[in-house]
């Protein structure tokens, strides 16, 4: 008996270069020919196209970005086009999709799945009230929430009412064989690391949740008080906080101490420069980037926001200090930049917790067996 290929319709508030969006086009590759895929953006931002790779059956529709009139024209425009699409399954993702998980809920059109990965700066410290209200509403009729972090389990049951039943945990994998070989080779245009020295540093779009000028002041202030350390900050990425990054690294005067190396594409080919990867960020929920450094065996630094403490290993949680609490953010670097060993033990125990817990092969099956695709065995 011939096997049913899903039809699957993705809905994201951007497709930009993002976590969520990097890590669906990974899934897509992996699930080859065994589905159908159409990509809807929200804001026309499709720049993570080109990772998915040729000859798949994804369209990317941008027929359907007509934002004008009221929100009740535009729910009745998003149902047509659900109506029409001929999908098997909807997969809405986080608040910016949120119109069309409400459009799907009014005795709904297709099998509806809403994903929930993290939230923006101004839900950074606590989610907004209304808009609690309306994933009430929105998302009163789907199958299934997936969530990847345990701090997001506890919002859907508290503040969403999502009934326990339809709360699927699914934490992001990293792909181990990717990062396996990390440590022994790094390639970034016009950086060299120096035999001696520590390099700190971070990947990440530069977003203002990111809070890339904490990691900035914190390693600034680290290395005024011990001018002694062989160190240097490397930041990885690019977004619209540069320009005041870069003022700011010239305000303090480290120009020869930090290095934007602007987007990195692989950042597999880039982290094995680093001794120690940071997280300086507002609001996270499971970060992939901190998944990606401990399969490199590296230690992380960085705050207590969503699951970051829960996700490294128990050696380095002493080094996920409290949120918003700078001084010990900078304590902490100051720290495990001064201890090779403790870094090298660190990292070995991360790469051991990794393996074990966080490996992309077990979030792939899950996503099968949600999203409907038979997997052979």
Known sequence: MKKTIPHIIHVFPSFGRGGVPIKISHSINYFGTKARHTIISTNKDYSSEDIIQNGLNVVIDMSHHDIRGNLFHRIKKHRKYLKNC???????????????????????????????????????????PRRNLFRRLALRNIEFLSVPSMKLVEIARTKWKIPEKKIKYIPNGVDLEKFRAAGEHYSIPGFQKNADEVI?????????????????????????EDSSLKTRLLIMGEG??????????????????????????EPANAIGALDIFAISSDTEQMPNSVNEAMAAGLPVVGLDVGDVKYMVSDKNKDYIVAAANDLAFSEAIKKLIKDRKAQKTI????????????????????????WGIHQEN
């Open 86 to 128: 001929h999908g098997d399954l909807l997969i809405t993702y986080n608040w910016g999709a949120v119109e069309w998980a409400l459009a799907n809920s009014f005795g709904p059109i297709m099998r509806h799945i809403h994903v929930e990965s993290g939230f923006g700066p101004e839900e950074a410290t606590n989610t907004i």
């Open 200 to 224: 700190i540093g971070t990947i990440a779009p530069l977003r203002a949740e990111k809070n890339i000028s904490r990691l900035i002041n914190c390693f600034q202030k680290v290395i005024s």
């Open 240 to 265: 619209v906080e540069r320009p005041k990054l870069d003022k700011l690294v010239k305000n303090h005067g480290i120009e020869d101490k930090v290095v934007f190396t602007g987007h990195i594409s």
């Open 347 to 370: 990292g070995n125990a991360n790469l051991a917790h990794v393996k074990k817990h966080y490996n992309r092969l077990d979030m792939y099956k899950k996503y099968a067996e949600l």
